[in-house]
């Protein structure tokens, strides 16, 4: 993923959405984001990508579905879901546990891994969006 850093727009963003990957499959159920992610709700609009049956089972199936949506090269499938999961990440740091300088060093992260996916996307000429190809 290094070379993919150096080059902005689709490279960039690749990276971006590896390494939103990366993080989503090292929570663990007792990680403190985790529990923070069970007192937020999660919007209407992406209720069906996220199951209920448990969050740690809400971010394996977020993390498969953003993993097949990279290696399909679905990038404004992939963008809006990665966006959609940043920003519930952003929220749950606003929740009780962990502490006050770990939740804002994350949030901060967060906001930038954030803005990244957002100025790359642009850059490719990628606009997001929740649709996906009936082949998919």
């Known amino acids: 993923m290094v070379w993919f850093r150096r ?7 690749i990276a971006v959405l590896q390494d939103l990957l990366d993080l989503l499959g090292a929570f663990e159920n007792d990680d403190w984001i985790v529990d923070n992610l069970r007192s937020i ?3 209407d609009h992406f209720q069906d990508e996220w199951l209920k ?3 740690r089972c809400g ?13 399909h090269r679905r990038f404004p499938y992939a963008g809006w879901l990665a966006e959609e999961i940043l ?6 740091c ?3 546990r962990g502490s006050k300088r770990r939740r804002n060093g994350f949030r901060e992260n967060l906001t930038e891994a954030l ?8 850059q490719a000429g990628i606009t997001f969006s929740s ?3 009936e082949d998919w």
């Open 131 to 133: 649709d996906l190809p």
């Open 87 to 92: 920003q519930l990440l952003i929220r749950a």
């Open 94 to 96: 606003d929740g009780p």
């Open 59 to 71: 971010l394996a199936m977020l993390n498969a579905s953003l993993d097949g949506a990279l290696g």
């Open 7 to 13: 080059y902005p727009g689709l490279p960039r963003l």
């Open 41 to 43: 709700e999660v919007p």
């Open 115 to 122: 803005t990244a996916l957002r100025e790359n996307a642009a």
């Open 53 to 55: 049956n448990s969050e």
